[in-house]
């Protein structure tokens, strides 16, 4: 479905944020902080999904579930601000979920890939949002933490430090974020992602 007018007024005024950053950067980390001081002030847009529903999941709650051909009609149609394969499924952010959140009165907070990112950016009609990149002080610092977390096998920490690496210079040189906190002391990198994402410092 085309965006109209009236909501892409409200998604202007109350301006996503985008957060990226490595995994492992702790962009959950912060998130959780933010949604413990500001509980009603956020909220994430619902993503649709070609994936079947696991037992318990809400189409329209978790994700929207979609058939292929519906997912694929809704990309002809510009409806997504991005999308992407995984694991053979298909998932992707839509305008119009971004919009149900904007419409609320709250600011929708978009936690995305890479990839993702740039077409966020790169979007023809979707008003650009705000570009938070949260990046570990080191390599090294981040592969304790994938360690500690304790979440991932060894080959998945290996891939995803590799990735690490291009995720950093892309946020380098990519020109794309308006700011990039470094996450050393987790209530100093708190502090600075909260100043741009509330007053936009
Ligand atoms: N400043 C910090 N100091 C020490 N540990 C931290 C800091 N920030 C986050 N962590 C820890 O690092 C680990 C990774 O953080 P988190 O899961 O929030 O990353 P993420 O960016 O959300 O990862 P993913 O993209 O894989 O979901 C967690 O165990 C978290 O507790």
New binding site residues.
């Given amino acids: 479905m085309a965006p109209t007018g009236k909501d892409l007024e409200a998604v202007e005024k109350n301006r996503p944020i985008v957060i990226s ?10 998130l959780k902080k933010l949604f413990e001081e500001f509980p009603d002030r956020f909220g994430f847009s619902v993503s649709h999904t070609t994936r079947a529903p696991r037992a318990g999941e809400v189409d329209g709650r978790e994700y929207h579930f979609t058939t292929p051909s519906a997912f694929t009609a809704l990309v002809d149609a510009g409806g997504f601000i991005e999308h992407a394969t995984f694991g053979g499924n298909m998932y992707g952010t839509s305008i119009q979920a971004v919009e149900d959140i904007a419409k609320e009165g709250k600011i929708c907070i978009l936690d995305i890939e890479m990839e993702g990112v740039k077409q966020v950016a790169s979007h023809a009609n979707f008003p650009r949002p705000r570009f938070l990149f ?1 990046q570990p002080p080191s390599v090294e610092i981040l592969e304790q ?2 360690r ?2 304790a979440t991932d096998s060894e080959e998945a920490i290996q891939k ?1 430090l590799k990735q690490a690496e291009v995720e950093m210079e892309f946020a380098r040189s990519g020109g794309i974020h308006d700011k990039i906190v470094v ?4 209530d100093t ?1 708190y502090k600075e992602a909260r100043d741009f994402i509330i007053d936009g410092k």
């Fill in positions: 950053g490595p995994s492992g950067s702790g962009k959950s980390t912060i949260l933490r994938l500690g977390r995803r996450n050393d002391d987790l990198a």
